[in-house]
């Protein structure tokens, strides 16, 4: 274990200096700053950015740079044969929010980008998540949309936070099958979009669009692959690297991550119950092994009991995930009586700033936990070690159901 102790202190010194440079040298190079901290990226925002990108004609004037590249991603073989400069003839011409008219399905088409010539007639549909979940049959309405609209050639691309495929509820599972092996789909995460955008760095030819790149890497780094600071990777790395000692005890820390979260998610569930007990509240949870699993969640109820239908609620959509939502969630199957559910977001919404979204019927009022990327930022598992998620996630507890007390609505809990 000594080999082991040492490549920790020595990680720890190596960081610690990197903050200190960081701190010392903050004025220089604005460690923290960058120019999306200011712009609403929703999921629209990043659609928007991504088509301009891929659109030569827009203002990038970078012409079809970051299309070649983009289109090098895509798992199919006649994209690599396309050559785009081959027709003076051709236009291209790419979308946001197009709405599936040819298949008469009431979507909207996040990325539609087509390539028309006399050689091909080609369309794209770039489906978009970087937060949201599966629509009912979603792909397969995108799929026929572009059957529709009589493409030579066409194909879709799943955009996902994580690279995870299309669920279920999305596209079957044989279907999806079929469209890899006929290379009719993509699935690409976030942290795809970064090599591409890198590969094209060293081609642009103006500085206000390499900045809004580099921003834009450095965005998707910090939001999707919880990358805090490239530099603490390298130094991190060189230490490693530099016997096999090291090597060795790098591996037996990385291996150990997995039980790390699982022993401090069982820490925090069991303060948890504590502070509950004391209150009269009391906790439920789903099994600890089951952490990865998406939609991943734990509960406290008003009463000692457990059998309310409503109460606070953890969820993860997964544990990589910047959306961990903390609010009123139903437990177990659908609302039965609407008014009750509205009765309540009705009071949480005049009392609370939390958020209300209308498509769900399980969550009359919910907020996005600070803590984001649980698999990649030590964050919240330091903030479970110290105390501070506890105090978090009671503090939210507390306010929900005072609330609903003052109000004289606490027995709505018990919906049935």
Same mark, same amino acid.
């Given at each position: 274990?000594?080999?082991?102790?040492?490549?920790?202190?020595?990680?720890?010194?190596?960081?610690?200096?990197?903050?200190?440079?960081?701190?010392?040298?903050?004025?220089?190079?604005?460690?923290?700053?960058?120019?999306?901290?200011?712009?609403?990226?929703?999921?629209?925002?990043?659609?928007?950015?991504?088509?301009?990108?891929?659109?030569?004609?827009?203002?990038?004037?970078?012409?079809?740079? $970051?299309? #070649?590249? !983009?289109?090098?991603?895509?798992?199919?073989?006649?994209? &690599?044969?396309? @050559?785009?400069?081959?027709?003076? /003839?051709?236009?291209?011409?790419?979308?946001?929010?197009?709405?599936?008219?040819?298949?008469?399905?009431?979507?909207?088409?996040?990325?539609?980008?087509?390539?028309?010539?006399?050689?091909?007639?080609?369309?794209?549909?770039?489906?978009?998540?970087?937060?949201?979940?599966?629509?009912?049959?979603?792909?397969?309405?995108?799929?026929?949309?572009?059957?529709?609209?009589?493409?030579?050639?066409?194909?879709?691309?799943?955009?996902?936070?994580?690279?995870?495929?299309?669920?279920?509820?999305?596209?079957?599972?044989?279907?999806?099958?079929?469209?890899?092996?006929?290379?009719?789909?993509?699935?690409?995460?976030?942290?795809?979009?970064?090599?591409?955008?890198?590969?094209?760095?060293?081609?642009?030819?103006?500085?206000?669009?390499?900045? $809004?790149? #580099?921003? !834009?890497?450095?965005?998707?780094?910090?939001?999707?692959? &919880?990358?805090? @600071?490239?530099?603490?990777?390298? /130094?991190?790395?060189?230490?490693?690297?530099?016997?096999?000692?090291?090597?060795?005890?790098?591996?037996?820390?990385?291996?150990?991550?997995?039980?790390?979260?699982?022993?401090?998610?069982?820490?925090?569930?069991?303060?948890?119950?504590?502070?509950?007990?004391?209150?009269?509240?009391?906790?439920?949870?789903?099994?600890?092994?089951?952490?990865?699993?998406?939609?991943?969640?734990?509960?406290?109820?008003?009463?000692?009991?457990?059998?309310?239908?409503?109460?606070?609620?953890?969820?993860?959509?997964?544990?990589?995930?910047?959306?961990?939502?903390?609010?009123?969630?139903?437990?177990?199957?659908?609302?039965?009586?609407?008014?009750?559910?509205?009765?309540?977001?009705?009071?949480?919404?005049?009392?609370?700033?939390?958020?209300?979204?209308?498509?769900?019927?399980?969550?009359?009022?919910?907020?996005?936990?600070?803590?984001?990327?649980? @698999?990649?930022?030590?964050?919240?598992?330091?903030?479970?070690?110290?105390?501070?998620?506890?105090?978090?996630?009671?503090?939210?507890?507390?306010?929900?159901?005072?609330?609903?007390?003052?109000?004289?609505?606490?027995?709505?809990?018990?919906?049935?």
């Amino acid at each position: 274990m000594e080999h082991l102790e040492k490549l920790l202190k020595d990680v720890i010194a190596a960081t610690q200096r990197i903050e200190a440079s960081r701190k010392m040298y903050a004025a220089q190079i604005a460690p923290d700053f960058n120019a999306f901290n200011y712009i609403q990226t929703n999921e629209l925002m990043l659609s928007r950015i991504l088509a301009d990108l891929l659109d030569p004609s827009k203002s990038h004037a970078q012409g079809d740079l $970051f299309l #070649k590249g !983009f289109l090098k991603l895509l798992a199919c073989d006649w994209f &690599g044969s396309i @050559d785009l400069t081959s027709s003076p /003839e051709q236009k291209i011409k790419v979308d946001t929010e197009v709405q599936t008219k040819a298949s008469r399905t009431q979507r909207s088409m996040d990325i539609y980008l087509t390539i028309k010539s006399d050689q091909h007639d080609i369309g794209l549909c770039i489906e978009n998540k970087p937060f949201a979940s599966d629509q009912g049959k979603q792909m397969v309405d995108y799929y026929k949309e572009l059957e529709n609209r009589k493409h030579s050639l066409f194909h879709l691309v799943y955009l996902k936070y994580d690279g995870s495929e299309p669920s279920e509820y999305s596209v079957s599972k044989d279907q999806l099958e079929s469209w890899l092996v006929d290379e009719k789909i993509t699935i690409l995460s976030y942290a795809d979009l970064v090599p591409w955008l890198e590969s094209c760095l060293g081609y642009v030819q103006n500085i206000r669009v390499e900045v $809004f790149v #580099k921003e !834009f890497i450095g965005y998707i780094q910090k939001n999707f692959l &919880g990358v805090r @600071d490239m530099s603490e990777r390298h /130094e991190i790395v060189k230490l490693v690297t530099q016997s096999a000692s090291s090597i060795d005890a790098a591996f037996l820390i990385g291996n150990s991550i997995s039980d790390l979260k699982i022993e401090m998610m069982n820490r925090l569930f069991l303060t948890l119950k504590e502070k509950c007990s004391k209150r009269g509240w009391s906790f439920k949870s789903e099994s600890i092994r089951d952490l990865q699993k998406k939609h991943f969640h734990f509960f406290i109820f008003s009463g000692r009991n457990g059998h309310a239908d409503y109460g606070l609620c953890i969820e993860f959509m997964r544990m990589n995930n910047g959306s961990c939502l903390i609010g009123l969630r139903r437990e177990s199957e659908a609302v039965s009586d609407s008014s009750v559910f509205l009765d309540l977001r009705k009071v949480l919404a005049d009392q609370m700033s939390w958020e209300f979204n209308d498509k769900s019927e399980w969550w009359p009022a919910f907020a996005k936990v600070k803590y984001k990327h649980w @698999d990649t930022n030590p964050a919240p598992w330091i903030a479970i070690q110290n105390g501070e998620m506890v105090q978090l996630i009671i503090a939210e507890a507390e306010m929900l159901f005072d609330t609903l007390k003052k109000h004289e609505k606490l027995h709505l809990l018990r919906a049935d």
